[in-house]
């Protein structure tokens, strides 16, 4: 009788075993990826079938498979892989000089103006371009910054405006003290500066984006590095569908190549 009991429970646990080695095609969430947000592993296989599958186990989701079905049907599961799958290094006045231009632009306009910044990721890019503008003397209340991005975490985080030494590592001392509170560990944003971004979770390939409306400048910068070459020509398009004057062009990355 114990026996019986004994081998029951080692095929069950066996059972679960088999179950859980489940994650051996990853292309079918690749594939899956590509298509909701345009960013693509073909080169990154390997490394995304180690974060798919750690992401899985944290979840007690036993295969790719059934990840697949879950996210299908569960909005708060496919925004937790998004986020988990998505990154957001920056710091701010990273590439200056085109945020520099900018702010001639939009001083010589002599105008309001409203100015996409896709991805915004934590911020530091959308907020760089507020205090480079305050600062080239353009007035507080002739211009508005959409920052948008996919991954949510990023936006709470960008919100929040609480940075550390490297992601100001850029700036001046002057402009950390005139815009920035310092608590010890962390710079915190002032909220003259907050105010100017409205932050939204979007995609850019979701028919809903264009809701946004038209924008003077647009600003999408390190985000095409991660499409292949057919996504970056489709984003490109959107992008500079958004824009108010098809004459102003779209301040991509330097990396950004079509």
Not at 85 to 94: D, K, M, V
Request: charged share 25%.
């Amino acid at each position: 009788m114990f026996s019986f009991f004994k081998k029951k429970s080692v095929e069950t646990e066996e059972s679960k075993a088999e179950i859980s080695q489940d994650y051996s095609n990853v292309l079918q969430v690749a594939e899956y990826f590509k298509n909701e947000t345009g960013v693509t592993f073909d080169k990154q296989i390997s490394i995304l079938t180690n974060k798919v599958t750690t992401f899985c186990k944290q979840r007690e989701i036993h295969s790719f498979t059934t990840l697949m079905q879950i996210i299908e049907k569960d909005k708060q599961i496919k925004q937790e892989l998004i986020d988990y799958l998505t990154t957001n290094e920056t710091f701010f006045y990273r590439e200056f000089n085109q945020i520099d231009a900018l702010s001639k632009l939009v001083k010589k306009s002599n105008k309001h103006v409203d100015i996409l910044c896709a991805p915004s990721a934590t911020g530091e890019e959308p907020y760089s371009i507020a205090i480079a503008l305050l600062e080239a003397g353009v007035s507080a209340g002739s211009f508005n910054i959409t920052g948008i991005d996919i991954n949510s975490d990023a936006l709470t985080k960008a919100k929040e405006a609480i940075y550390r030494e490297r992601n100001v590592r850029n700036l001046t001392p002057e402009i950390i003290n005139k815009y920035f509170t310092f608590t010890g560990e962390k710079y915190v944003l002032n909220n003259s500066i907050k105010s100017h971004v409205t932050f939204k979770l979007t995609n850019i390939f979701d028919p809903s984006f264009t809701t946004l409306g038209k924008f003077d400048f647009v600003f999408s910068r390190n985000m095409l590095i991660y499409f292949d070459k057919e996504t970056k020509l489709k984003a490109k398009t959107i992008l500079e569908s958004m824009r108010k004057d098809d004459e102003v062009g779209v301040f991509f990355g330097h990396a950004d190549l079509f």
